[in-house]
C-alpha cells in the first residue's frame, strides 16, 4: 500500500511518519513537500495552485500511490476536487476533524494562518450538511504564531497556539478546532476543559483506510 502526501510544510513528514509506526504499521508514504503552494494561495487564492496541483497527484498516481492526502487546509479543497480526474481516492487531511466538530452547536476555529479560516468553515458547513441545526462557528487569528512557525520557532509556535486555546472561555464554544495540522502538538499544551480537535491522526487513518481500498 502506496499513500502519497502533499505538505507545504517539512514539519510535517516526522509528524505523519510517527502516527504511521504507531497506527499503520505497513503503510508506505510518499512525502511531497512544496512550500511555494502555500505561499502562493495565499497571495492568490487556493485556485491559482489548482493546476500545479493536480499535476503533482498525478506523478503521485503514476509513481503507484493508491491514494493521496493533502496535509495543507488551505489547499485541501483543490487537491480533493482532483480525484475525478486523478482515479484514485485524493483526501484532505481536516475532513474527519471537520465531521466531529460539525456535531458541535457552537465551534471555534483557530488558524494561524488567515487563508486557512475560510477553507475550515466551509468544510465543517459541507460536513453538517443541510438536514438539522447548523452548528455557530466563529474563528479567530492568533496573531504572531506564524511568524514563528517561519521563523523555524516549533515550540514557541505550539506554545503561541496553546496560549490561545487556553485563553477562550468554556462558556464560547463546545468545541474547539486546530484548524492547521501543524498545530496539533498544542493541544497536548493546553488546560481547557473543551474538546481540542487536531486532523493529523483522523486524517491519516482515513486515508490508510482508502489506500488499502
Not at 472561555?169 to 499544551?189: C, F
Amino acid at each position: 500500500m502506496v499513500l502519497a502526501l502533499l505538505h507545504t510544510s517539512p514539519v510535517h513528514v516526522p509528524v505523519f511518519d510517527g502516527l504511521r509506526d504507531a497506527d499503520h504499521p505497513g503503510l508506505e508514504l510518499r512525502h511531497l513537500v512544496f512550500e511555494e503552494l502555500l505561499a502562493r494561495a495565499r497571495a492568490e487564492g487556493p485556485e491559482a495552485v489548482a493546476g500545479d496541483v493536480v499535476r503533482l497527484l498525478e506523478a503521485a498516481v503514476a509513481d503507484g500511490a493508491a491514494a493521496v492526502l493533502c496535509t495543507c487546509s488551505t489547499i485541501g479543497g483543490v487537491a480533493e476536487a482532483a480525484a475525478p480526474c486523478l482515479g484514485v481516492p485524493v483526501l484532505r487531511v481536516d475532513r474527519p476533524m471537520a465531521a466531529r466538530a460539525a456535531a458541535a452547536g457552537r465551534v471555534l476555529v483557530l488558524a494561524a494562518v488567515e487563508s486557512t479560516l475560510g477553507p475550515t468553515v466551509e468544510l465543517i458547513r459541507d460536513e453538517a450538511g443541510g438536514d438539522g441545526d447548523m452548528p455557530r462557528i466563529a474563528t479567530r487569528l492568533v496573531e504572531g504564531a506564524w511568524d514563528r512557525f517561519e521563523a523555524g520557532d516549533r515550540e514557541g509556535y505550539l506554545v503561541a497556539v496553546a496560549a490561545a486555546v487556553d485563553a477562550v472561555p468554556a462558556s464560547e464554544a463546545d468545541v474547539i478546532v486546530l484548524a492547521q495540522a501543524s498545530m496539533a502538538g498544542a493541544a497536548d499544551r493546553t488546560a481547557t476543559p473543551l474538546p481540542v480537535l487536531a486532523s493529523p491522526r483522523t486524517g491519516l487513518a482515513a486515508a490508510a483506510e482508502a489506500a488499502r481500498g
